[in-house]
């Protein structure tokens, strides 16, 4: 089964209530249709990835040991893909599942950056994503204390997918940028 974007947008919107977390799922979206531009995959197929990687989230949320089980499960039985499902349950380290793909690869590590861009942008002083660069983001990141559930092991794992650290910033960063006035940042 494939989503067009707007009727996979419709179920984020129909699960979660947090109009924040709508936000973080489109945010993680732009992120993962710009590293599938970067490594030559599916933008479509990667972009749904992360449009519905936290859809069971609020349905979750006390229980870390379900999430993204619950949503990996619910995805399956809608008729996605393997691989789609199977990225989505990796995303949680939680479970310890293997990241086998590049697309699970990308999901992991795109998930936690994508609150340490917003989190950047919401201490910068323009309170925007157009006003960060990679080194404002670079600065944040080495700063331990700041935004501590931007998990940085986790950030870091973008090696996994060689790409260096800057880099990965510096791509999630134009990302979200390009999406800026959807994210309302």
Not at 155 to 183: G, N, V
Request: hydrophobic share 40%.
């Amino acid at each position: 089964m494939q989503l067009s974007r707007e009727e996979a947008l419709e179920l984020v919107q129909e699960r979660i209530s947090q109009g924040n977390l709508v936000k973080h799922c489109q945010a993680v979206e732009a992120v993962m249709r710009k590293l599938a531009d970067h490594f030559d995959e599916d933008q479509e197929k990667w972009g749904l990835v992360g449009l519905l990687h936290d859809i069971d989230y609020e349905e979750t949320a006390d229980d870390e040991e379900r999430h993204s089980l619950v949503g990996a499960k619910e995805l399956a039985e809608m008729g996605f893909a393997d691989d789609i499902v199977y990225a989505v349950k990796a995303h949680n380290g939680a479970h310890g599942l293997e990241r086998k793909s590049l697309l699970d690869k990308a999901l992991y590590a795109s998930d936690p950056l994508t609150g340490l861009i917003v989190a950047s942008a919401l201490i910068h002083p323009d309170k925007s994503l157009e006003a960060l660069d990679t080194e404002f983001v670079m600065n944040r990141y080495e700063e331990n204390s700041f935004a501590r559930g931007a998990d940085r092991e986790v950030i870091a794992s973008c090696q996994e997918m060689d790409l260096e650290l800057e880099e990965f910033i510096a791509l999630a960063l134009e990302a979200m940028q390009e999406k800026s006035q959807e994210l309302g940042l």
